[in-house]
């Protein structure tokens, strides 16, 4: 596998560069501190991946990003400052696979980030690219500027809400998107964990508000878990949803060592299995790993409804697949009929709890 490395930063480059050539899976490494020179070297050359900074002088990330979905694709994984955040998730939407921050100076950050890159280019090799090819285009406009018309949030029965539980990471940000757009707002308790490091969770939020007609928030802990409203676990953290009286709350636990994927679908659908039983559906998209498996297993067992993403719609099939292999009763959906599915799953969920 080749990889070309654009950052201006001659530290960053350099961390960048000596991570990829410790990965067995990397055969060369080419570096470049400007998008005028990475578009050359693609002209020229083929590369399996990139990696791009999206504070570059001259031609910005973004604008090389654009270039290359329209004129070479090949998977981009942006490494952005945190003051890069919406640019970053901008990114994600027009195309990029995964964005991770820069890299830290002390020893155990820097550790961190370089599994963190490890894994994405793992991930490279279970790759549709085609799937993310369409992704970007389905998704990659911004909507326009007086906003998009707010569908009639729907309620979906009488009696205590149901819930809906999403799971998702390597192309998720499109994903949700897609989803939330074409599901109408219900009366339903509704979590989100996408895999992305801090601050990008808090843009999330704001980007998918903007592009859907729900409201959609950064989890906090101990907020009622109100219905209507997209609950996004925030980065670097997990989200639990819990009971408290009468009330659904949010339950934001800090990362800890004893779980590999963060936010943790796994440990959100297991949290909500036992909070809402049958009156539970569990979401899960496109994503490398294995995130979210168990906590399918614990929705299923409580009587809950287990839906995953079809692998030809997926740009990363591994969380689908994991969660299907784990329920074999799960039901499969392309992402453009999953939110017809989950619309029609939540209203049999509240009518079993009413």
């Excluded at 994405?120 to 326009?144: K, N």
Aim: some cysteine; glycine content about 10%; aromatic content about 4%.
């Amino acid at each position: 596998m080749r990889v070309l490395v654009v950052e201006d930063s001659a530290y960053q480059r350099l961390r960048i560069v000596e991570a990829l050539r410790a990965s067995s899976a990397i055969t060369e490494v080419d570096a470049v501190g400007s998008g005028e020179e990475a578009i050359r070297r693609l002209l020229t050359t083929d590369y399996a991946l990139v990696t791009l900074d999206l504070g570059l002088p001259g031609m910005d990330g973004n604008a090389v990003l654009r270039w290359i979905m329209a004129n070479r694709p090949v998977p981009v994984v942006v490494i952005s400052a945190d003051q890069e955040e919406r640019s970053a998730l901008a990114a994600l939407e027009a195309g990029a696979l995964e964005v991770i921050a820069k890299a830290g100076s002390q020893p155990e950050s820097l550790a961190r980030w370089k599994r963190r890159l490890a894994e994405v280019v793992d991930g490279v090799r279970q790759l549709s690219i085609e799937s993310l090819v369409r992704r970007s285009i389905r998704s990659g406009a911004p909507p326009s500027s007086g906003g998009i018309p707010r569908p009639r949030r729907v309620p979906v029965a009488l009696g205590v809400p149901p819930a809906l539980v999403v799971a998702a990471s390597t192309g998720g940000p499109p994903a949700l998107r897609e989803l939330f757009a074409g599901l109408p707002p219900q009366e339903a308790v509704v979590g989100v964990a996408q895999h992305m490091p801090p601050p990008f969770t808090r843009s999330l939020a704001h980007r998918l508000a903007s592009g859907t007609g729900w409201d959609v928030r950064e989890a906090i802990h101990g907020a009622e878990a109100t219905p209507g409203v997209v609950w996004i676990a925030p980065g670097g953290a997990h989200l639990e949803l819990s009971h408290a009286g009468e009330r659904a709350v949010l339950v934001v636990r800090p990362h800890g060592g004893s779980v590999r994927w963060c936010p943790s679908a796994d440990l959100l659908f297991t949290s909500a299995a036992a909070a809402f039983g049958r009156r539970v559906v569990g979401v899960v998209l496109t994503g490398m790993g294995d995130d979210g498996a168990e906590g399918c297993r614990s929705i299923a067992l409580a009587g809950g409804t287990v839906l995953c993403e079809s692998a030809e719609s997926a740009v990363i099939s591994g969380m689908p697949d994991a969660a299907a292999r784990a329920v074999p009763a799960a039901r499969r959906f392309p992402l453009s009929r999953l939110a017809s599915e989950v619309e029609r799953r939540l209203g049999e969920a509240a009518g079993a709890a009413a």
